[in-house]
């Protein structure tokens, strides 16, 4: 891969938010979860210390499916306004290709639940949020609840549901089979040998499995409400992502809600001023509530 290439896939690890936690935070780490094939999965809960039995968010981390870890791209802000916060490891596609990753979070979601009153957050309502292809994941996990070959039968708590209540998408990939066309030369040298990664092959050489990893072909009348973050000047992940998504949304019927961020790329401190991080706890309050 070419050096800017590269350059430009490493920034999908880099975090929306990188402010220092201003509360007070109770932090659980490297909480093994799951260990598919003897890879031990960690997850880290934050919670506020403040909070009686707060409402959980998912963060799924960005990396172009095969960088990053849990430390990255946590949203403190969301801890530091009540929630409470658990990021996951996962195998990433340099381990094993899709959809291996979604049955890691789908477990990842039923060990949250069946495990809250150890750590005191509420999972009777979880929401899921991540970034650039970790946003990917988080809609797809969304919107795939019941999906056999997407749930995986990983951990401990197979009775145990992997639904979640609400999604918050930063910039995501919703459509596999169109992200390549609607890709700038820049975003191609990034997007072409991360979803070889993934999927073992371009998009088009097995579209069937390229439909089966795009959330916009999975949306049904029962999916979670929706709010999407999308910056308009975005180079890497075109914003027609995420503007198809709330198409499918809006024919479903669904509640959804898009929000632009003005003059904003791939990331960067936009995503969480007063205006869009406002929209975000209100989103998270008015499904999962605080």
């Known amino acids: 891969m070419k050096h800017n290439s590269l350059i430009a896939v490493m920034l999908f690890t880099i975090s929306l938010s990188t402010l220092p936690v201003m509360a007070q935070t109770n932090a659980y780490k490297d909480i093994l979860y799951a260990s598919p094939d003897g890879q031990d999965l960690g997850l880290d809960i934050y919670i506020p210390d403040s909070a009686v039995n707060p409402p959980l968010v998912v963060q799924v981390h960005g990396g172009a499916w095969r960088f990053g870890d849990k430390a990255g791209g946590v949203p403190m802000e969301f801890v530091e306004h009540g929630y409470a916060v658990a990021s996951l490891d996962f195998r990433q596609s340099t381990d094993a290709p899709f959809p291996a990753m979604i049955h890691d979070i789908k477990a990842a979601i039923r060990f949250l639940r069946a495990n809250a009153s150890d750590y005191g957050y509420d999972a009777s309502k979880i929401a899921i949020t991540g970034a650039s292809s970790g946003a990917h994941l988080a809609l797809l996990v969304g ?47 990034v997007r072409e040998p991360a979803l070889e990664l993934l999927l073992g092959s371009l998009p088009q050489d097995n579209e069937a499995l390229a439909r089966q990893a795009s959330p916009v072909t999975l949306v049904d009348a029962n999916d979670p409400p929706l709010l999407l973050l999308h910056g308009d000047r975005d180079p890497q992940m075109p914003i027609n992502q995420s503007l198809q998504m709330f198409g499918a949304y809006k024919a479903a019927g669904l509640d959804v809600t898009f929000d632009p961020v003005h003059g904003a790329v791939h990331g960067g401190p936009g995503f969480f001023d007063e205006e869009h991080l406002g929209n975000a706890l209100a989103f998270l309050q008015r499904t999962i509530g605080k």
């Open 143 to 189: 919107v795939s609840n019941g999906h056999p070959e997407l749930e995986g039968t990983l951990g401990n708590h197979l009775d145990t549901s992997s639904a979640v209540q609400a999604i918050v998408s930063y910039f995501a990939a919703t459509d596999l089979t169109t992200i390549l066309s609607q890709s700038t030369p820049f975003g191609l040298g």
